[in-house]
């Protein structure tokens, strides 16, 4: 059974930072894309940051040089480091999916988290 649990939300204040990870069981990351999405309240989910096995990484222009996607030591772990404002606040879900093109598009996610709560307080 595929399962993506995220860890590592919470509250913080602007200018602040959290580490969010993502854990698969049942699923290999290899050769896959790895990402992270997130929803505001009221708004649609929306792409942020997205990685593939080798360096190849995609980022959404409102969190260019704020946030950071990396992988674990295994293979079915990944990061999200960011360094907060009030707007970035929201539910952040992982997610994964095959095929190539991980650093161009944000599309064609077919694995995903429950999601955690991202919270800034300004």
């Known amino acids: 059974q595929v399962q993506f649990v995220e860890s590592g939300g919470g509250s913080v204040q602007s200018g602040g930072s959290l580490r969010l990870a993502c854990v698969a069981s049942g699923y290999s990351t290899r050769n896959r894309c790895m990402a992270w999405f997130r929803q505001a309240p009221g708004e649609e989910r929306e792409g942020v940051a997205a990685m593939d096995d080798a360096v190849s990484t995609k980022f959404a222009n409102s969190v260019k040089g704020r946030f950071t996607i990396s992988k674990g030591n295994t293979k079915n772990m990944w990061y999200l480091e960011m360094w907060l404002k009030p707007e970035d606040t929201g539910m952040y879900y992982c997610?994964?999916?095959?095929?190539?093109?991980?650093?161009?598009?944000?599309?064609?996610?077919?694995?995903w988290g429950q999601g955690t709560q991202v919270t800034v307080s300004s």
């Open positions: 997610a994964a999916r095959t095929g190539g093109l991980c650093g161009r598009v944000f599309s064609g996610y077919n694995y």
